[in-house]
Nanobody
């Protein structure tokens, strides 16, 4: 079992920055691939970013590429999502997720391939 707790969401204006955190417990953090997803009302859950187990490889959804950065601190069992140049269309509930296994440099981008999910944190961006 892996427990995931997101924090750092809130209200922002277009152009602002926010940093989300996801603290994990229950399993050796370096053994899991970490990802961020988001879901806006009436829309499907969307891939945002993923980090390999060793943090060396990252991958981003097209809508956030160049603006968002995923990072992980394996010593603190925490993954972060730095969100810069926020836009109103970034408004959504953001979820962190963990996928067990894979090689050290494996990336996971599909919703169904993640094993554990946090409860989500709301991010609202006004224009």
């Amino acid at each position: 079992q892996v427990q995931l707790v997101e924090s750092g969401g809130g209200l922002a204006q277009a152009g602002d920055s926010l940093r989300l955190s996801c603290a994990t417990s229950g399993r050796t953090f370096s053994s899991v691939v970490m990802g961020w997803f988001r879901q806006a009302p009436g829309k499907e859950r969307e891939f945002v970013a993923a980090s390999s187990r060793n943090g060396v490889k990252t991958y981003y959804g097209d809508s956030v590429k160049g603006r968002f950065t995923i990072s992980r601190d394996n010593a603190k069992n925490t993954v972060y999502l730095q969100m810069n140049s926020l836009k109103p269309e970034d408004t959504a509930v953001y979820y962190c997720a963990a996928a067990i296994g894979g090689r050290l440099d494996t990336l996971v981008v599909l919703v169904d391939e993640y094993d554990y999910w946090g409860q989500g944190t709301q991010v609202t961006v006004s224009s």
